[in-house]
């Protein structure tokens, strides 16, 4: 409720301010003695024509954020939490098709679901947890329209798995009180243009579904790291995924955008040199560049990862401990747990913003925008909602993540990973046959 009474003073917030700067214009220029009766007949004679139109502007954005945080909080959300199977035998290509199952733009049919109801593609949070070196999977859904699926999805590629709704989410032992703890928090994200894919689980050989022995499970470099967590530590993943739609204004989008597939097909066409319509055939031809092995292999890999299903993605993690027990020694190895899927010349995850400043004297000399900005992200993690701190740069906006992208970075880990702290379903659960004797009594 307090978020929509936000997003509701924010709505007015625009054309109040500008009432009240208008009003000291008019009184200052009073009393400078200049008459401007002339010019404010004139403006209230054509404000059916441009009062409209200024407030459209003013209070579109804010009026989006409201319809949206209603239509979200109208859908609920839920923290399943997933016990693994003792015995997975499969790739990343399962939760693969997980994701692409359960990628729902949820588009809206006409303008008032749009504009009034709010209605837009749901999102899905996949989180791993260290809880002081106990290692957990989650997903985070919204309860209404997609629980069901992401459940039957999940149960049709790991028949072993145990889907656990938390009763109170694990976010809630972090309360807002920043002086019984010490956290810091990152947002991750692709280094180059979001075309480029990263390393996936099929770089990685997984594809061609080598010996069990013989397996290197990309999930594992972080699992391992967030195992070595101290009992008093607290390690949060959260890969937030929205849906990747058409943007246009039924969509509430004042401009039109074109797909992620549009984008990189025009990538493709720059790095040939190809012009279409530009020249003929054997001109065209003639003029293509030459290609070598690694540059055919990036055009391959940006030809697969656009034919499949997209989500608009951000990546933030925390660092959580009581206080005088923070360990900066955790950090790197920990930022250094998602380079395993940088690939040189292609892309990679780095870190896109912090919550600390380079020179705290220069940005922060009294601690406190740091200490609201670690409040505001520890808000934003438990709400699954994220807000991209570069206003100026972008850097970490949201950036296309395709299904293979995603289930690399969380799947359900194979018989390989052997990490310590990471806990398996003690056997498979079986159903008895359906063709047992009753006895009659």
């Known amino acids: 409720m307090k978020d929509l009474l936000d997003n509701i003073f924010g709505i007015f917030a ?28 004139f403006a209230i004679a054509l404000s059916p024509i441009w009062l409209p139109v200024a407030l459209f502007y003013l209070t579109f954005e804010k009026w989006m954020e409201y319809v949206h945080k209603k239509f979200s909080i109208s859908t609920g959300r839920t923290t399943l939490r997933l016990h693994l199977p003792q015995e997975v035998f499969k790739s990343p290509e399962a939760m693969e098709s997980v994701i ?28 791993l947890v260290s809880y002081g070196g106990d290692v957990r999977f989650y997903v985070n859904v919204p309860t209404k329209k997609t629980r069901n699926a992401v459940e039957a999805q999940l149960y049709a590629q790991y028949p072993g798995i145990e889907i656990v709704e938390e009763a109170v989410d694990y976010t809630a032992e972090i309360t807002a009180d920043l002086d019984k703890y010490e956290m810091m928090a990152f947002h991750m994200g692709k280094k180059e243009d979001e075309v480029f894919p990263i390393k996936t689980w099929i770089d990685f050989g997984l594809d061609k579904m080598p010996k069990e022995e013989e397996k290197f499970d990309p999930i594992s470099t972080m699992l391992e790291q967030l195992s070595t967590a101290a009992p008093h530590e607290r390690i949060w993943v959260q890969i937030l995924a929205l849906p990747h739609a058409k943007k246009n204004f039924k969509s509430g989008s004042l401009t ?35 290609l070598t092995t690694g540059e055919r292999d990036v055009i391959t890999a940006m030809e697969r990862n656009a034919g499949k299903y997209a989500y608009e993605t951000a990546i933030r993690w925390m660092y959580i401990t009581k206080p005088g027990k923070f360990n900066g020694d955790f950090i790197g190895p920990m930022i250094r747990s998602f380079s395993i899927y940088d690939i040189i010349g292609r892309n990679g995850i780095g870190v896109r913003w912090r919550t600390d400043f380079d020179y705290n004297w220069f940005s922060d000399f009294s601690g406190r925008r740091k200490k609201q900005l670690k409040k505001e992200e520890l808000m934003a993690y438990k709400k699954r909602e994220y807000d991209h701190r570069d206003k100026k740069g972008g850097a970490d906006k949201r950036k296309i993540f395709s299904s293979e992208e995603l289930a690399t970075m969380f799947h359900v880990p194979g018989q390989t990973v052997a990490t310590p702290g990471l806990a398996r379903v003690p056997s498979a659960k079986r159903e008895a046959p359906p063709n047992l004797p009753i006895k009659q009594s």
């Open 256 to 290: 039109t955008q074109s797909t992620w597939e549009g984008k990189v097909k025009k990538k493709i066409d720059e790095m040939l040199m190809r012009d279409v319509g530009r020249a003929t055939d054997d001109d065209e031809t003639a003029a293509m560049p030459r």
């Open 100 to 127: 692409a199952q359960i990628h729902n733009v949820n588009s809206p049919d006409n303008l008032w679901q749009t504009y009034i109801d709010g209605k837009r593609p749901l999102g899905y949070s996949f989180e």
């Open 14 to 41: 625009g054309p109040f301010f500008v009432l009240f700067g208008g009003v000291v214009i008019y009184f200052t220029l009073s009393l400078l003695g200049y008459d401007i009766k002339p010019i404010l007949s």
